[in-house]
Structures are given as C-alpha cells and as structure tokens.
C-alpha cells in the first residue's frame, strides 16, 4: 500500500509541475477514480482539469505536449506507455500497461460554461482537494444542482437515451472551425467493451448525482448505495433485476473484460425510464415557489434604493408575460413590488410582509458607491476584509437574511394546511441575493456580486422542508456571471 500511495503521490507532482511548463494555466485539478480509489486501477484514466486564461489551438496544442513529456518511469511505472486523451467525455482508452491522462482543457469563459451544462460532472471534480493553483469553486462554482438538470443538462436522462437510441457515446473535442476554436460535438458507436462500460457509467451517475442533489451533500457514493437505491427507490418489481445487472456489468468492468451481457443496452434503456418514473413520481407533490423581483423603476439607477424611496415601475420596464395563477401571493409592501405582482397576476389576491422588503440603507440611501466610498470609507473597507457591517443607521446582509429566513420558515408551514401548490413571491435584489447566495453556497461576502434580473422569474421547489433551485439556464449564467474570474 506504501508503494501504491507513493507511486500516485509521484503521478501527482509529475502533472502539477506542469503549471510551470505553460505560462497560461492558472488551475490543475485531478479528478474522479484515480484520486477516489486507495489502488492503482485508476491509472487507466487519470482525469485532470486544466483551466487556462486563455486558449487557442497554439496554447492547447502547448498544454498537450507539456503533458506527452511527463516522465512515467520516474513515477514508478517503468513498463507501462503513456496515452493522453484530450476529448471531452466518459470515452475509456485504456489498454494494458498503459496510463492515459484525460486532459480536459479549457479557457475561464469555456469552464464556466461547461458549470452551466455540465453541473454534475463539475460537481463531482470541486470535491477534489488535489489541486494546483486557483481552485475550481473560485474561478466559477456550481453551487447546486437543480431538479431540471435530470432533464435538460448535459448526461442527463434525455442525453443518456439519445446515445442509446443511436448506439453511440457522444463526446466532444476541440476543432479549429475557421478562425475559432471551439468545442465540437461527436459520437462514437459503441463496441462490446463501451457498451458495458457505458451502462455502468449511466446507472452510477444517475443514482449518484440524484443522492448527491436530494442531499445537498457534495460525497463520494459508493457501489453499496447505489444497490441500495436500486432496491429502495424503483419498481419493487424489478428491483432485484436492476441490482443483479448493476452487480455483474460492475464486476465485469472491474476485470477489465468485454463478455457484458448481449441485452446490457436494453436493460440500461429500461431503467433508465424507470428512473425517471420514479424521480418524477417522487417529486409529483414538491410545491413551485417562484421568486420575482420587482419591474424596474427610474430610481434604479446605480444608487442604494431600498426603503428609504417608494418610486413606482417605469412602464416601459414591464414584460408582459403569462404565468399560471399560484393560489397565493406574497409582496414586500412597497409600491414598486405591489405594481408588479399586479401586472403579472391580475386576478390573485395579494399578501404583504414587510420581512420582503429591501435593505434599510440608512443614510446611504439614494447615494452612489463612490459617495458611499467617500462619506463612509470604514464601511468600504470592513467589506473588502469580508466583514458584513451595517449601512450607515441601517441593516447588514446578516439582518436581512435573518428575515428572509423567517419568512420562510412561516410560509412552509402553510403549505400543506392550506393545499398549496404554488407561490409566488415579489420581493427585491438584496432579498434575493441572500436566497440565493445561502441556496447555492456563496460565500456571503460576494453576494453582492449575485445579478438579479428585473421582473424575471426565479423558481424553487419546496419538498421535505427544504427549498431546493430550479432556476432557468437561460437566465442562470446571469445570475451567478460576476461571479467568474473574468467578471
């Protein structure tokens, strides 16, 4: 076990040495087997996370070579060839005697994209402590994963059955399109060896990323609780079938054979339709608490507007859309909030909470941030040491989020007496960069940084006491954008 541990312990040096090699990189990340398992199976693909300032095909052309020179015999593996994989996907190249790295390169705009469609794949690799320069979460943090990425995120159920029905694996690499350089999309049909590596791939993921999203717990699960779910969460029927073809296609694959069972696709087919049965089944009675801030108004302007000033909407602000009634409504008591939930729900009655309101600015209320610096420098300061003072004679983000949560807290206990089913809340940009902040794992001294969109709406799910984010990816990257490296 010495040997093994100082063998990887070698491998890891050998791959963050290379930071040094190309002036561009500013993180390298192993992740998944070869960093989760005590042993050495995990040499065949080792997965290493390589985020540039900057790339082009010179500089990712730059990064590959850097990494086709690390010395393998100096780690301890004299007899074994070194194979690096540049695609982006779950394709295995690994072959006896062999260690692949699994480059995956990307620029900061490039990795913050993969967050937004690949959350549970980046999920997965900000667990890993075996990194070298800036960490994944601060050059773009995934914060949660959302019940809509089981359907709309890259190796979601959808993309899973799409591979399938073409007998393929889709992946993507690098290719120069013109001038541009960009990722392209593409499939590989599926050999005997994929087929079965796929499988397991599919069911594990699933199962893993769904544990990992009910739970809020960013883990490692195991095969065990994997079985476990198979036999808990799906047709009681077919429980004990999904767990014996789990139980074998893992073995198989752990002995690096291709003998996978002929009817391997067709049975990862079925549960996967039985799993998405049985997630949708589950949360057939989560309620919809859908957030709002308020439309615009002319005080919007880039000064502290909060309680102090009660302007109204600016009209030509208003996005008339239509949304399905809720059976209640709630608003902050001021008129900007009031107006708005007018406008979008004409018909529904609504409930006011002053916990809704906006921030007490106090004495920066109507000032600009450069008049803040200058009246009160302190406040400025406290911030920038990632203290969370108070506004001059007004609240801090601690206050405000003191009643937002109590606001919560209350309205849960509604739901069920009342038979709700939808909400909708109106509310304002401080309110909801502390929701969301908290929700997906901010540090609360960037909340700030959290982009609110005006009159856009922001949907929850609340489902065994817990509020959980569905928010639209179409307006996602916006809310957590300034929160990149490159903002």
């Known amino acids: 076990m010495n040997e093994v541990l100082e063998i990887k312990k070698k491998i890891k040096l050998a791959v963050f040495d290379k930071i040094f090699d190309v002036n561009e990189i500013i993180s390298i990340t192993i992740v998944g087997s070869f960093v ?50 540049s695609t982006f996907g779950p394709l ?15 620029d900061i705009k490039g990795h913050q ?23 994944l979460k601060q050059i773009f943090p995934v914060g949660r994963i959302q019940f809509r990425d ?10 899973y059955l799409t591979d399938l029905k073409n007998n393929s694996i889709s992946f ?6 013109g001038k541009e350089f960009k990722q392209i999309k593409k499939n590989m049909p599926l050999d005997p060896r994929h087929k079965g590596e796929y499988a397991y791939h599919i069911v594990k993921h699933l199962i893993s990323n769904y544990i990992k999203f009910y739970s809020n717990q960013n883990q490692l699960i195991s095969n065990n609780e994997i079985i476990k779910f198979l036999l808990d969460s799906l047709d009681k029927n077919k429980s004990q079938y999904h767990k014996e073809n789990f139980t074998l296609i893992s073995k198989i694959k752990d002995k690096r054979r291709e003998n996978f069972p002929i009817d391997t696709l067709n049975w990862v087919e079925e549960f996967i339709n ?66 708005s939930a007018n406008i979008i729900y004409k018909n529904s009655n609504v409930i006011y909470d002053d916990r809704l309101l906006e921030f007490d600015y106090g004495k920066a209320e109507g000032l600009k941030y450069e008049e803040l610096l200058s009246q009160y420098p302190d406040i400025i300061s406290k911030w920038n040491n990632g203290e969370d003072p108070n506004f001059p004679n007004g609240e801090n983000t601690s206050q405000v989020f003191s009643r937002l949560l109590s606001f919560l807290t209350d309205i849960s206990k509604s739901f069920k007496e009342n038979h709700i089913n939808k909400v909708s809340i109106f509310t304002h940009n401080g309110i909801l960069r502390c929701l969301i902040g908290d929700i997906f794992q901010i540090e609360k001294k960037d909340w700030f940084k959290i982009f609110i969109p005006y009159g856009i709406p922001i949907e929850f799910l609340y489902k065994d006491g817990q509020y959980y984010p569905n928010i639209s990816k179409n307006i996602l990257p916006k809310i957590l954008g300034n929160l990149s490296l490159i903002s």
């Open 36 to 85: 989760d398992k005590d042993d050495l199976s995990g040499i065949s693909d080792i997965d290493i996370v390589v985020i540039c300032n900057t790339l082009n095909k010179r500089i990712f052309t730059k990064c590959v070579n850097s990494f086709k020179k690390l010395n393998i015999s100096k780690c301890g593996l004299e007899n074994y060839n070194l194979k690096i994989n």
């Open 92 to 106: 295995k190249f690994d072959e006896p005697d062999n260690v692949v790295l699994h480059l995956m390169i990307y």
């Open 113 to 135: 994209d993969h967050v937004i469609n690949s959350p549970f794949t980046c999920y997965d690799w900000e667990r890993s402590i075996d990194f070298v320069g800036i960490p």
């Open 150 to 159: 089981f359907k709309e995120a890259r190796r979601s159920t959808e993309s």
């Open 172 to 177: 993507r690499e690098y290719d120069l399109i």
């Open 274 to 339: 039985e799993y998405k049965t049985s997630i949708s089944y589950k949360w057939k009675d989560a309620i919809k608490v859908v957030f709002f801030r308020h439309f615009k108004t002319n005080d919007n302007d880039g000064s502290f507007l909060g309680q102090g000033r009660n302007p109204s909407i600016d009209p030509k602000s208003i996005i008339q859309t239509k949304f399905s009634e809720p059976n209640i409504v709630y608003s902050s008591p001021l008129t900007r909030c009031i107006q």
